[in-house]
């Protein structure tokens, strides 16, 4: 199985600033045959389900904001919320889809400072 | 819109049996592959089962084979897991999510609202 590590485990951001998560897989999950990264990124508010935000590593899914971005490749990702907003505060998980089983990573908690 | 909505949860014993349901809308059945994702009390995610859309081919996670099964009515739209002798550590919400292609090469575009099994005396 693919292990994904999230760092940090939490993390507290003033509104306005940035926040970043890394993510990295324990083999590569860069697809050659198309150089696509199979890296997903997931929200998760309280008491509800998670919310896809960004996949191939670095597109995001329709409508979400463009404070949040995805980047990396190979085993090493990063997702960044430029400008950290109250709506913000969540769990964040990594999940990797370029094998069986798919794994997701143990979250990361972001608050606000 | 995607609509997905599970029902089916619910307190049962240790080696009870429970079957899921999952209704889907918004989308055609047919074309994505289906998976359970579960999520224990205070815990992180934890993907279950996958069934594809093209051949119906199935997989799932070593905690849960041999003792769950998924399954998809395509004329009702809707997707199974049927659980048989359950522990305590299968206790988790259990989200149906749609990929957003027809096999587990793909990521969990839509989520349901997730269903609460929990499995104690």
């Known amino acids: 199985d693919i292990v994904m590590t999230q760092s940090p485990d939490s993390l507290a951001v003033s509104l306005g600033e940035r926040a970043t998560i890394n993510c990295k897989t324990s083999q590569s999950v860069l697809y050659s045959a198309n150089n696509k990264n199979y890296l997903a990124w997931y929200q998760q508010k309280p008491r509800q389900p998670p919310k896809l935000l960004i996949y191939r590593a670095s597109t995001r899914e329709s409508g979400v904001p463009d404070r949040f971005s995805g980047s990396g490749s190979g085993t090493d990702f990063t997702l960044t919320i430029s400008s950290l907003q109250a709506e913000d505060v969540a769990v964040y998980y990594c999940q990797q889809y370029y094998g069986t089983p798919p794994t997701f990573g143990g979250g990361t908690k972001v608050e606000i400072k | 819109e995607v609509q997905l909505l599970e029902s089916g949860g619910g307190l049962v014993q240790p080696g009870g049996s429970l079957r899921l349901s999952c209704a889907a809308s918004g989308f055609t059945f047919t074309r994505y592959a289906m998976t359970w994702v579960r999520q224990a009390p205070g815990r992180g995610l934890e993907w279950v089962s996958t069934i594809s859309s093209s051949d119906g081919s199935t997989y799932y996670a070593d905690s849960v084979k041999g003792r769950f099964t998924i399954s998809r009515d395509i004329s009702k739209n809707t997707l199974y897991l049927q659980m048989n002798s359950l522990r305590a550590e299968d206790t988790a919400l259990y989200y149906c999510?749609?990929?957003?292609?027809?096999?587990?090469?793909?990521?969990?575009?839509?989520w349901g609202q997730g269903t609460l099994v929990t499995v104690s005396s």
């Open positions: 999510t749609k990929l957003s292609g027809g096999n587990y090469l793909y990521y969990f575009d839509y």
